[in-house]
């Protein structure tokens, strides 16, 4: 059973500054790994889509990359704004089998 | 550009009440979902619909039922409101499920509370 887990829970940083967020799963049979934003009170929008045989993708300040035979995923926040605050999820897909989500990280970006 | 629509928003449920959650998607997608969202416990799975005419049991599908409609609606079904089910509730769509499904779109959400 596909399991995937964020470090950390909970990140707090100034404005300004660069940032990574863990993911981590345990099946690497990944067909792709998507990286999610929620404000709070809000659904899920989609930041990142990454296919099995990428390696990274990027969105403005946003990077992200995979490594499938480790079974990681990280994504990179250039130049952190407090607009940045927000909780980030990652989710795997593998088999026939729905997205398989992380309980995300809460960041905080501070003035 | 609406995406996927989700009605009530919120909803205040006495023990025992049912009630139908509404999720309609305008992406001509194929796949929809039904996911859960607690504290401390992320999204889990309630019940999916790979195609039309399709659903499957998720991770938690005790205490619901879903309807396929149509391709376009898949509505999620609470028979005996139990407090355990109060919850943040989201539907989602993707193209398929497995090899290449694609992004996954969420809907706003909707609170349910049982009393």
């Known amino acids: 059973k596909q399991e995937v887990t964020q470090i950390p829970a909970a990140l707090s940083v100034p404005e300004g500054e660069n940032l990574v967020l863990n993911c981590s799963f345990t099946d690497s049979a990944i067909y792709n790994l998507q990286w999610f934003r929620q404000d709070p009170g809000k659904g899920l929008t989609s930041l990142l889509l990454i296919q099995s045989s990428q390696r990274e993708q990027t969105s403005g300040r946003l990077n992200a990359s995979l490594d499938k035979s480790s079974g990681r995923s990280t994504l990179y926040i250039a130049a952190s704004q407090p607009g940045d605050s927000a909780t980030y999820l990652c989710a795997v897909t593998s088999g026939n089998t729905p997205l398989v989500f992380g309980k995300g990280t809460r960041l905080s970006v501070i003035a | 550009n609406a995406g996927v629509t989700q009605t009530p928003k919120f909803q205040v449920l006495k023990t025992g009440q049912s009630m139908t959650l509404q999720c309609a998607q305008d992406m001509n997608h194929n796949s929809m979902y039904w996911y859960r969202q607690d504290p401390g416990m992320g999204l889990r799975l309630i019940y999916y619909?790979?195609?039309?005419?399709?659903?499957d049991k998720g991770e938690v599908p005790n205490g619901y039922n879903v309807s396929r409609l149509n391709k376009r609606e898949f509505s999620l079904r609470l028979e005996s409101a139990a407090p355990s089910q109060t919850s943040v509730y989201f539907c989602a769509s993707s193209k398929f499920i497995g090899g290449d499904p694609g992004e996954l779109f969420f809907g706003e959400g909707s609170r349910l509370t049982v009393l």
């Open positions: 619909s790979a195609s039309e005419g399709t659903t």
